[in-house]
C-alpha cells in the first residue's frame, strides 16, 4: 500500500504557520545553548576539516548553486534580506567596533613613506604599506603568527 502523502500546499502552509508562530522558542532555546554551541564546533574541527576536503566537494557545490539559481538568491534579498538588512546592521554596530579595532589601532601605528608628486609611481610603496600592515593584523588575529 503506497504512503498516504497529504497535499504539498497544506503542509507548506502549516510548516509556515508553526514555524513563524516559534519566534519566542527560538529566541530563548537558541540563546540558552550558546556555549553548548561553542564546544561542540570547537570538537567538531576534525570532522569540519574532512567534509570540506570531501572529494567531489567543489562539483557538488556547484550543482547546489545551479539548483538554488539567480532566482532564488534573488528572492531570498528582496522577501527578506531587504527588510532585515538596516537592523541586522544596527545589531552588528558594536561587533563591526569590536572587530575593527585592532585593524584601526594597527593603521594608527603605521608611517607611511613620504608622498611623491600625482602619478610617481613611488606612491603605489604607500598603499602597500598599508596592506602589508592591513594583512599582518589579520593574520594575527586569526592566530597563525605568520
Do not use: C, H
Not at 9 to 30: H, L, Q
Not at 37 to 50: F, I, L, M, R, S
Not at 94 to 109: H, I, M, V, Y
Not at 122 to 133: F, I, K, L, Q, T
Amino acid at each position: 500500500m503506497p504512503i498516504v502523502v497529504k497535499p504539498l500546499e497544506a503542509s507548506a502552509a502549516k510548516w509556515s504557520r508553526n514555524a513563524g508562530a516559534a519566534a519566542a522558542d527560538y529566541s530563548t532555546n537558541a540563546v540558552a545553548s550558546a556555549q553548548r554551541w561553542q564546544v561542540n564546533a570547537q570538537a567538531g574541527q576534525p570532522t569540519y576539516q574532512q567534509a570540506i576536503t570531501a572529494a567531489g566537494l567543489p562539483a557538488r557545490w556547484a550543482r547546489g548553486v545551479q539548483k538554488a539559481g539567480a532566482a532564488k538568491f534573488s528572492r531570498g534579498i528582496t522577501e527578506k534580506g531587504a527588510s532585515r538588512f538596516s537592523e541586522g546592521v544596527g545589531v552588528a554596530q558594536q561587533d563591526w567596533q569590536t572587530g575593527f579595532q585592532p585593524f584601526a589601532q594597527r593603521l594608527a601605528s603605521v608611517t607611511l613613506s613620504t608622498r611623491r608628486p600625482r602619478g610617481d609611481r613611488s606612491n603605489y610603496r604607500r598603499v602597500e604599506e598599508v596592506g602589508v600592515a592591513l594583512n599582518a593584523q589579520r593574520l594575527a588575529a586569526l592566530g597563525s603568527g605568520a
